[in-house]
């Protein structure tokens, strides 16, 4: 009877040994420099999640969005990214960013193919992450001007801000 018992709990601990891994169940982030350092080593595709504490869309996007399924099983195609831009205001200017939340994808070499600004669905959320992936590959083409508009805005956003606080 001992015997017994002792194959049924060796058999019972193979089985458990080789059931199939479950896959993540939340969205791995990173800092950014840890991110995109991991991107750039592994040749991969990276979605930046742009937020501030105080914006209500952004914790919105974390309780709804990002604990979703398959948006989950969807991040795994990407190095994942979070920036505070209220700690890192050197990255909201860089990426020019305008509201939150917003979401930026880049390719493996860093350029930006895809953008999300505001809170989604996510229906929605999962497309964009759908474009973005379609897109990992294409070579994005500059709109001309686009730099200097996102400059001249980025100016008159500091004009505004200036006078408001008098």
């Known amino acids: ?65 990002y604990v979703d399924g398959e948006v989950v099983a969807l991040s795994e195609n990407f190095v994942n990214i979070k920036v505070d831009c209220d700690a890192r205001p050197d990255l909201r200017q860089k990426y020019a960013i305008m509201g939150y939340p917003t979401i930026v994808f880049l390719n493996s070499s860093g350029d930006e193919i895809h953008r999300v600004r505001g809170y989604v669905s996510v229906d929605q959320f999962k497309t964009d992450m759908q474009i973005a992936l379609n897109l990992k590959d294409a070579t994005p083409t500059p709109t001309p001007g686009f730099e200097m508009a996102l400059g001249i805005a980025a100016l008159i956003g500091l004009a505004l801000r200036r006078k408001s606080n008098g």
């Open 1 to 65: 009877m001992v015997k017994r018992a002792s194959i049924l709990f060796t058999v019972l601990i193979l089985l458990g040994a080789l059931a199939p891994i479950t896959s993540a169940t939340e969205i791995q982030w990173h800092e950014y420099e840890e991110g995109m350092a991991l991107a750039n080593s592994n040749n991969m595709s990276v979605m930046i999640d742009f937020y501030t504490d105080w914006c209500g869309y952004c914790r919105k996007l974390d309780d709804e969005v």
